[in-house]
């Protein structure tokens, strides 16, 4: 039977992670972003909008899938912690956006994740059709 790490060991994990990032950048030869999700500033009702529109594409109506709680956390730490406005928002609007990027990053992985990061900055091919 695989045990569930609890709350406080998966952020340790994901500190641990978000610690470790520039190193593996100056290994790997990767941009020296310092961390951060590639995206402009933009409020969190903005930014949830834009993750609740790339979650629910195909599902046409269908109930979301439930998303662990565990994954929950990682969008939160490692996406939505890391937008460039983060510290601006709302609780209201933080609780907004981990829950549909925690969605994202259910159905979608890392794909979603870049999505997002392109919507949000406008990129061309970036437009993504509103799911209601």
Sequence with gaps: MVEMADEPEIRELIASWLAAEPQVEAATGG???????????AGGGE?????RRLALRGLDGAPS????EGLRL??????????PSASGWTPLERAEAV??????????GEDGVQELAAALGG?????????G
């Design 47 to 51: 930014v949830a909008a834009a993750a």
């Design 123 to 131: 990129q061309p091919g970036a437009d993504v059709p509103d799911a």
């Design 31 to 41: 941009p020296g972003s310092g961390g951060g999700l590639p995206a402009p500033p």
């Design 99 to 108: 829950k549909w990027v925690a969605l994202l990053v259910h159905r979608f």
């Design 65 to 68: 899938p439930a998303v662990p």
């Design 74 to 83: 990682v969008a939160e730490a490692l996406v939505v912690d890391e937008h």
